[in-house]
């Protein structure tokens, strides 16, 4: 298993974007939080996008969105 950076990891949260779907073209860290809880039920797709997706939700839920302020900045 490939051991995960943080610092991309985050700033990917801010750069990619949805590949499909409703939201598609839309920023990983602008996906509505109803979205990112729906697929926390459903389950989060395969892969780096499911990994970005659920920390996303977890941001989210924890109310620190903030945390994304510089990177969003940065970019």
């Known amino acids: ?8 990891h985050f700033m990917q949260l801010v750069t990619m974007k949805m590949p ?8 990983i860290c602008d996906l509505p ?3 990112l809880i729906w697929y ?4 989060f ?3 780096n996008l499911g ?3 659920a920390s996303m939700a977890e941001i989210r839920l924890n109310g620190l969105e903030y945390l994304l302020t510089p990177l969003r ?3």
């Not at 926390?40 to 389950?43: A, F, I, N, T, V």
């Open 1 to 8: 298993m490939q051991e995960l950076d943080p610092q991309k």
């Open 40 to 43: 926390h039920r459903k389950g």
């Open 73 to 75: 900045n940065k970019k």
């Open 51 to 53: 990994i970005l997706m």
């Open 20 to 27: 499909y779907g409703k939201y598609k073209d839309r920023l």
């Open 45 to 47: 797709p395969p892969g």
């Open 33 to 35: 939080e109803y979205y």
